[in-house]
């Protein structure tokens, strides 16, 4: 393991919380400051250097075939892009 590889996988899994409790308005001090929109912004960049860390030691392929990388990516999307939905369902 070498530190970029921490690095990977921190940046990947610092951006959950964020996005989390930036959709969810819960309050949470990130890079940008806090707020809702400060917290989702810190999340996606986080989510983006995770990436492009990953892309850049081991490749596009090496992403294809990392399983468990792969996965932690497929949680966060689907989260993502399914929590606006969620929150107004629970809200009411």
Not at 48 to 53: A, E, P
Not at 56 to 59: D, H, K, L
Not at 82 to 91: E, G
């Given at each position: 393991m070498s530190i970029a590889d921490l690095l990977i996988g921190a940046t990947l899994m610092n951006s959950m919380p964020h996005l989390v409790l930036g959709v969810w308005k819960g309050k949470m001090l990130s890079g940008f400051g806090t707020g809702n929109l400060q917290n989702i912004l810190w999340g996606l960049t986080n989510f983006?250097?995770?990436?492009?860390?990953f892309i850049?030691?081991?490749?596009f392929d090496g992403l294809i075939r990392n399983g468990i990388y792969l996965g932690g990516i497929l949680v966060l999307v689907v989260f993502f892009s399914?929590?606006?939905?969620?929150?107004?369902?629970?809200?009411k």
């Open positions: 983006v250097c995770s990436i492009t860390l850049y030691n081991y490749g399914t929590s606006f939905f969620w929150r107004r369902y629970y809200a």
